[in-house]
């Protein structure tokens, strides 16, 4: 079984200040990872992933992760946050090997980032 | 390409109906998957389609169905509608089955409201 713990469901944040959107999972066997964006009255969209490789992420819009499998967190940062990133972020995982098949990806409850002029 | 397509974005129900939610997914791709979001709730999987066939179903009252055709496009139905099947129903597809890297694509959604 696998399971992942978004810590905060809120995020306020000025204008071009850091962020970093907290991430962690559990599970008894390897996992892939994945940051997904929902803006509103959107679906969700992939942000980035971690499939194996070097343990920093680096996904669309500016965003990165990184990897750390003995504390299992796979944080979310940006250096610089803007009004358009104002939206929900979940954390997912999935199993990396069997048949496990994305199916089995489950997400956390989601983060709230709201940037504030 | 187009992206995943659902129908309808919005609707409103009464309790006891029943509704289809319907899905078309990016051209090419076999797998769809439904998903429940819901404030209190999150994300929650309800089931994935491959090749017409159900591969996992999620924990979901049998009120909650549905079907891939051979043109990989899917439905899913809620029978019998209580007010706590108020929600957001995602559609997802991917290109295949069993990878568990594969990334997901997701639809905007069918905002069901049940009355």
């Known amino acids: 079984a696998q399971s992942v713990t978004q810590l905060d469901s809120q995020v306020p944040v000025f204008e071009e200040a850091p962020v970093e959107l907290r991430c962690n999972y559990s599970s008894s066997v390897s996992v892939y990872l994945f940051w997904y964006v929902q803006y509103p009255n959107q679906g969700l969209q992939l942000l980035l992933k971690?499939?194996?490789?070097?343990?920093l992420v680096k996904g669309i819009n500016g965003f990165e992760a990184e990897f750390n499998k003995s504390q299992t967190s796979f944080h979310l940062r940006k250096p610089s946050v803007h009004i358009s990133d104002t939206a929900e972020y979940f954390c997912?995982?999935?199993?990396?090997?069997?048949?496990?098949?994305?199916?089995?990806?489950?997400f956390g409850t989601g983060t709230k980032l709201q940037v504030i002029p | 390409k187009a992206g995943v397509t659902q129908t309808p974005r919005y609707l409103i129900k009464t309790r006891g109906q029943q509704v289809t939610l319907s899905c078309s997914p990016i051209?090419?791709?076999?797998?769809v998957s439904w998903y429940q979001q819901t404030p209190g709730q999150g994300l929650q999987f309800l089931f994935e389609?491959?090749?017409?066939?159900?591969?996992n179903k999620g924990n979901f009252p049998g009120r909650f169905s549905g079907r891939q055709f051979s043109n990989s496009r899917s439905e899913m139905n809620v029978s019998t509608l209580e007010l706590g099947d108020s929600a957001l129903y995602l559609c997802a597809s991917s290109p295949s089955f069993n990878r568990g890297g594969n990334t997901i694509y997701f639809g905007e959604g069918s905002w069901l409201t049940v009355v």
């Open positions: 389609y491959f090749s017409e066939t159900q591969r």
């Open positions: 997912a995982v999935s199993p990396s090997g069997g048949t496990g098949g994305y199916q089995k990806v489950t």
């Open positions: 971690y499939l194996s490789g070097s343990t």
């Open positions: 051209s090419g791709h076999r797998s």
